[in-house]
């Protein structure tokens, strides 16, 4: 069974220009999160999907970010325009439960914004 | 400001010998913790967990310690192999939310054993 996926697995892009990160969870998880990690620091809850909702976006940033989830099956997360913080790792997960323990992650992007 | 610390930013050990990872909390109300692993290029895999109401949660070679009272956690890897090297992190969540989207992590531990 295939794992989640995330693409690309690294972008480097310029300030001010627009990136979109991809994740495909594994089949039949309704739950899907994003985390990011800021070089060195901790791993940081972005948001939560459950199917094409957005159950929690406590974690976004600012409204450069956009994450939307169309049918309930993978996930795109927009910067725009991007800054030079924004780099980092963008972790997506998926879990059949909302328990964490259950949390599959994907290998991550790496983000460089220069 | 941050409520999961891991001061050790990396730690070596011989290949055999017990590895220990710490972790400190601030939050009070945190009351389910768990350890992650992480290989490069990977993402983070769960590892083991602990409820607060136990102070010592063991699977295989890994076993979690909770100190309540000193806020304080720590994985303990007996006996260490070479496999085990890795980023290590410490999450903890707060009072009925253990959802993933409750966590709050550390800033990891890269763990080297050496053969």
């Known amino acids: 069974e295939a794992g989640v996926t995330q693409f690309p697995s690294h972008s480097v892009i310029e300030k001010g220009q627009t990136v979109t990160l991809r994740c495909d969870p594994i089949s039949g998880h309704d739950n899907l999160y994003w985390y990011r990690r800021v070089m060195g620091k901790e791993i940081k809850f972005l948001l939560h999907?459950?199917?094409?909702?957005?159950?929690?976006e406590s974690g976004m940033p600012n409204n450069r970010f956009l994450a939307e989830r169309t049918g309930g099956t993978y996930s795109t997360l927009k910067v725009q325009p991007a800054e030079l913080e924004d780099s980092g790792v963008y972790f997506c997960a998926s879990s059949q439960s909302t328990g964490a323990s259950g949390a599959f992650f994907g290998q991550g992007t790496r983000l460089t914004v220069v | 400001d941050q409520q999961v610390k891991q001061n050790s930013p990396s730690l070596s050990v011989q290949e055999g010998r017990i590895s220990i990872l710490n972790c400190d909390y601030t939050n009070s109300m945190f009351d389910y913790f768990l350890w992650y692993k992480k290989y490069p290029a990977e993402g983070p895999t769960f590892l083991i967990s602990i409820s607060s109401i136990k102070d010592k949660n063991e699977d295989g070679r890994f076993t979690v310690f909770l100190n309540k009272s000193a806020k304080h956690l720590s994985l303990h890897i007996v006996p260490s192999q070479p496999g085990d090297s890795a980023v290590y992190f410490c999450?903890?969540?707060?009072?009925?939310?253990?959802?993933?989207?409750?966590?709050?992590f550390g800033t990891g531990t890269r763990l080297t054993v050496i053969p």
């Open positions: 999907f459950v199917k094409e909702s957005k159950q929690d």
């Open positions: 999450a903890a969540s707060a009072r009925g939310q253990t959802g993933a989207n409750n966590l709050f």
